[in-house]
């Protein structure tokens, strides 16, 4: 007789246990899911407002008077560069820099043989940027 209710008070607390395991986690997934979503509308009310703010500098920036003049100035100024000679002394320092400095870091990083001629500058204005 003690046995059929200590296995009775036994398989009692196992079903309720199993009973409230799966409510418990049931509940707990529902929580973090609700904690997911308002996390995810939060951020992507953040990243819109970050490009609205971006939107309204550039348009501001585009309408100034001043920054267009500075960027055309900086361009044809840029553009005047190519028609200035290189020194053949900062054609050899930039070759002897790639050579010895960085080459010797990029090497670990890149496969096969890595030459100057490949990473000079394409143009004149190039050596200044």
Do not use: C
């Not at 992507?44 to 003049?69: K, N, P, Y």
């Not at 560069?81 to 820099?97: F, K, R, S, V």
């Amino acid at each position: 007789m003690t046995l059929i209710l200590l296995l009775t008070a036994i398989g009692a607390t196992v079903i309720v246990s199993v009973l409230f395991w799966q409510s418990s986690r049931a509940a707990l997934e529902t929580v973090i899911q609700g904690q997911l979503a308002a996390t995810m509308h939060t951020k992507a009310g953040e990243i819109s407002a970050f490009f609205r703010a971006m939107r309204g500098q550039v348009t501001t920036l585009t309408e100034d008077e001043m920054i267009i003049s500075a960027m055309v100035s900086f361009n044809r100024n840029f553009e005047d560069l190519n028609g200035q000679p290189i020194p053949t002394e900062w054609e050899t320092a930039l070759e002897n820099y790639y050579v010895e400095t960085f080459f010797s870091q990029l090497r670990d990083r890149v496969v096969g043989e890595l030459e100057f001629e490949g990473y000079r500058p394409g143009n004149q204005a190039a050596y200044y940027a």
